[in-house]
């Protein structure tokens, strides 16, 4: 974290933040040329990049510091700066979700969310919900009903899972269906994989 | 001593039991390590430029640019390339510090481009060019005569779309050239096959000092066999760059050039006597596999002994990424083009779909087998509660129907070899250099070798994934369990025979009184002259010990240790509502032999797989190609699309494992199951709404121009 950057803010380049960096909105940026706009941004919000600068991750309980480029995604910061790798990419675009992370409590595509702006949130990945000796409820479901094959996807459905149980600690099976429709599996292994979110909702909702 | 023959049924502790995949673990938790996750210390990301045209001549490639890049470390062309034949083919290559770096230094490559007209339409005959590709022909009996004699003769048109593999984890390696060696770790299906040819592609580098290894990978599908033109360029920029590289193909990369499965369409007629008894096939096939490769093309599918038979193949040349061996390569194809027309057989003659396939598995090479299949998924699905002829009368605009296929594959093991080695400390390792594609193949080896000396599957470490063990064939056909079955068996077995003749003196018996059971050596028809395993191994002294085993698949399948030949039957339960056509999976079962099961967890879940990959290609897939730019559409996962956990309904499964099954030995399972899905989907589709759906994927606007054209629409 820079010291030009107010770190009570979630991510220094919020939505607002920018609003209010470009002024009065649509009417006067449309009139403005993109080196004004720039500097309109300038002179209130933070612009950073294009070169990398440190920023600060708080992963599994840890905080990690780590010089990216603004434009880095979280998954290829977690993948190719941290070697947590247990987050997949697979689409790269936000939808099969074989990227997922739980961030501040809920699950978000990795893929689709940059580095930059997960600073100062809680970031949970596969690795920090359980290891092959300890597995938290929802793995150790997914290994008992076999709800995996070759596994490329098996990570992300597991954070979503985890997710999903802890608000749904009652699942049923039609809410399991609804629930992990924004993750995909090639190999087919969702019938196992609904008696495992169902069994791992029962047991003290997944965790 | 101990024999290489199947334990009995009442011998068996681990065999066909419901057991845990080993590496389950590993994968749930984000510790087992894909190709995709290699992080070596250097690494270098590589990125590809490749074609955007159809086709095109390369007047010349400039990367001056992008070799003058931050960050960027070598620059890769195809020197020999002049002319491209699809979009997607790889041109050239960026080595970058982050892959944002080598993104960014690709978009700098020049490349002088001639476009060249195209062609990537395959479901239209015009194109079909008879001088350059000859069309197969087949005739047998004699079909006119045939078909004018019949009762009925039903007639239509049938096809499925060219789909992609779609591999979660891409193609890909890291390949580091280190001190004379490359270091390679491939997403592959043939850990000890996969670098065959590589050394030669880079000037003759020594094929021994390249080493594979592949502990975990995302998914091949028929796929991932080559080192391919990606594995070529990573360890050409390891070479320049003394730093190791990874090169994992992009997404809409991998969808249209890392393999597909051919289109097939037909016209066939079918010839039929009032009892249902079909007596004429006559089928004009055609589709495509890209530039070069075969078309699905041997109807009729299963029901081979149909005794008048003719068909023509016609090959259409299309300027899209080749064809790789998809999951029982042709058969789906193949199996939706011929039950979808015998299926209209039936429905012309007013016949219930079962009793007409009952009759005719007399044309098939199994028929008790289909038989006993057929009933018991009929019984599974309640198919005589549900069951109704074409067209559901049920008022209201949701139709729901049954239908169903049958299948066959071969399933041989494959040439195996494997090591156990059984330490003095009573630890047991088997090495082979197989592959564990998610089928579970870990897990069997150690089952296999867990049975055969009377140990807990924990107890015995499996090593595969390298090149440096013991030669084990491609993970391809369904060969691989039969191979590594047999060949774990055999090896596992000769050790302990080697730890007999060591023992034996101490029992005070001879080595082939003796058996390994429950963690002991004991004489077999005196249990309790006994010596526990730790003690037994301890008798070692200071060497291991290891032996070799090996799977000849001609002497095996006579051993009956494993065999050939599998069949199965599916039946799908749909709903379709005719105002929006979405077709909706009910439910679907599987009934499936496979000789001696290994893991019946593990081989329920490859049949669960076929079923939902079934659905995915019925359903969805199609790799969608625009006549005008000659490019894939939906190169992406969002307008690819793959079935979701909501989609696929209730799948029931059910193995055969009837000793008569069990006796014939290991056979493979991976293919089977992801054969007939396509053409019960398809045929339940038709008897819910009355009239066929010619083409699949299923799809809402097929299924409304299907009734509109069928009059079942105003």
Known sequence: MTDKRDSSNTSGLSRRGFLKGIGVGTVASGLMSPAGLKNAVAKDANVVGPEEIPVTLKINGKSRTLNVEPRVTLLDALRNRLDLTGAKKVCDRGTCGACTVIVDGHPVYSCSMLAVEAEGREITTVEGLGTPVQMNEVQKAFVHHDAQQCGFCTPGFVVASTAFVRKHPNATLEQVRQGLGGNLCRCGTYAGMMLAVVDAAKAKGGV | ?714
């Open chain 2, 1 to 714: 001593m101990a024999t290489v023959a199947w334990p009995p049924a009442d011998k068996r502790t681990l065999i066909g039991k419901r057991i845990d995949r080993l590496d389950g673990p590993a994968k749930a938790t984000g510790a087992a390590k894909y190709t995709y996750d290699i992080n070596r210390p250097g690494l270098l990301f590589c990125k590809l430029l490749t074609s955007p045209y159809a086709h095109a001549e390369i007047g010349g490639i400039d990367t001056s640019a992008a070799a003058g890049m931050p960050r960027v470390k070598a620059v890769w062309k195809d020197e020999e390339l002049n002319e491209v034949q699809y979009v997607g083919q790889i041109v050239a290559a960026v080595a970058a510090e982050t892959e944002e770096a080598a993104n960014e230094a690709v978009r700098r490559i020049k490349v002088e481009w001639k476009p060249l007209p195209h062609q990537v339409v395959d479901s239209d005959p015009k194109f079909f060019d008879d001088a350059k590709n000859r069309p197969g022909k087949r005739d047998v009996g004699n079909v006119e005569e045939a078909l004018a004699k019949a009762d009925v003769v039903s007639q239509g048109e049938y096809g499925i779309a060219v789909i992609t593999h779609c591999c979660l984890e891409p193609h890909g390696q890291v390949a580091e050239m280190r001190d004379g060696d490359l270091y390679l770790w491939a997403s592959t299906q043939a850990v000890s096959g996969v670098a065959n040819g590589l050394g030669e592609k880079l000037d003759g580098f020594p094929q021994n000092k390249i080493h594979v290894d592949c502990q975990y990978m995302g998914g091949g599908f028929g796929s991932k066999f080559n080192y391919d033109k990606w594995g070529v360029i990573s360890a050409a920029l390891s070479k320049q760059t003394g730093q190791p590289v990874k090169l994992m193909l992009e997404r809409d990369t991998e969808l249209m050039i890392a393999g597909n499965r051919p289109s097939a369409f037909a016209k066939i007629k079918v010839g039929a006597q009032k009892d249902g008894t079909v007596t004429a096939f006559d089928a004009e096939v055609w589709g495509t596999s890209g530039m070069g490769g075969g078309i699905p093309d041997q109807v009729p599918y299963v029901f081979g002994k149909i005794p008048n038979q003719r068909r023509v193949a016609r090959r259409i040349q299309t300027h899209r990424g080749g064809a790789r061996a998809w999951r029982a390569p042709n058969h789906p194809q193949l199996a939706v083009l011929t039950m979808s027309a015998l299926a209209d057989t039936a429905a012309a003659l007013k016949m219930d779909e079962l009793e007409f396939f009952l009759k005719n598995v007399a044309l098939t090479d199994r028929p008790e087998v289909y038989f006993e299949e057929l009933k018991i998924a009929a019984e599974m699905i309640g198919y005589n509660q549900k069951k109704h002829l074409r067209g559901d009368q049920t008022p209201g605009p949701i139709k729901r129907g049954l239908g169903m296929s049958i299948h066959t594959w071969g399933g041989r093991g494959h040439d195996s070899e494997c090591d156990v080695t059984i330490s003095p400390d009573g630890s047991v390792e088997a090495k082979l250099g197989s592959q564990d594609l998610g089928t579970g193949n870990r897990t069997v080896i150690g089952i296999v070798v867990a049975e055969t000396l009377g140990l807990p599957l924990e107890a015995v470490k499996v090593q595969i994934g390298k090149n440096e063990y013991p030669n084990s064939g491609g993970s391809g056909g369904s060969t691989t369990v039969g191979g590594v079955s047999v060949s774990s068996r055999q090896a596992a077995t000769a050790a302990l025979n080697a730890l007999f003749d060591i023992v034996a003196p101490k029992l005070g018996v001879a080595a082939d009184a003796l058996e390994a059971s429950n963690g002991q050596i004991r004489q077999i028809d005196k249990p309790d002259n006994k010596i526990s395993w730790k003690s037994a191994c301890a008798m070692l002294g200071v060497n291991s010990l290891t032996k070799r085993g090996a799977s000849k698949p001609g002497e095996a399948q006579q051993q009956k240790l494993m065999d050939a030949g599998v069949g199965g039957a599916q039946i799908a339960d749909v709903s379709v509502d005719i105002e929006t056509g979405i077709v909706t999976m009910n439910e679907m079962v599987a009934v499936q032999d496979c000789g001696l099961i290994i893991d019946l967890k593990t081989a329920e879940s490859q049949v669960y797989g076929g079923l939902i990959m079934g659905i995915t290609y019925a359903l969805f897939e199609e790799a969608v190609y625009d006549p005008t730019t000659g490019r894939m559409l939906n190169a992406d996962m969002e307008f690819y699309r793959l079935a979701g956990i909501k989609d696929v309904g209730q799948l029931k499964v059910h193995m055969m494992t009837t000793k008569a099954y069990e006796d014939r030995g290991v056979i493979g399972l991976g293919e089977p199951p992801v054969i007939s899905p396509g053409a019960a989907i398809a045929n339940a589709v038709a008897n819910a709404v009355g009239v066929r759906v010619p083409n699949l994927p299923l799809t809402p606007d097929r299924v409304i121009a299907a009734l509109q054209k069928g009059g079942a629409l105003a």
